[in-house]
Nanobody
Framework: VQLQASGGGLVQAGGSLRLSCAASGTIDSINAMGWYRQGPGKERELVAEVSSYSVPKYADSVKGRFTISRDDDKNTVHLQMYSLKSEDTAVYYC????????????????WGQGTQVTVSS
């Protein structure tokens, strides 16, 4: 699985941005796609993901502000970010994962290149 991310940039607080991630390769094996982020001095954290059944999951910190969607025709996932805050500043990484074992739920993660999102206050 290969992931190509796009979007990001610099925006003022309260503004909006959209991130996109296109998957290629063995995409039929993907269980879910989404976005993680890593802020300065912080660990990487899940922002949002959407399963192959189109069930979304969001971090509490972005609920109501971010929307994740998928375009199956283009094998692409979009993350629309509204009401951005300075604490949203981070490098955002596209992620896809496959489930290797339903018994153990072990997974293999694939990562796209990071894209910087900077929110100025």
């Amino acid at each position: 699985v290969q992931l190509q991310a796009s979007g990001g940039g610099l925006v003022q607080a309260g503004g909006s941005l959209r991130l996109s991630c296109a998957a290629s390769g063995t995409i039929d094996s993907i269980n879910a796609m989404g976005w993680y982020r890593q802020g300065p001095g912080k660990e990487r954290e899940l922002v949002a993901e959407v399963s192959s059944y189109s069930v979304p999951k969001y971090a509490d910190s972005v609920k109501g502000r971010f929307t994740i969607s998928r375009d199956d025709d283009k094998n692409t996932v979009h993350l629309q970010m509204y009401s951005l805050k300075s604490e949203d500043t981070a490098v955002y990484y596209c992620n896809a994962h496959t489930i290797e074992s339903l018994l153990t739920m072990s997974r293999v993660d694939y990562w796209g290149q990071g894209t910087q999102v900077t929110v100025s206050s």
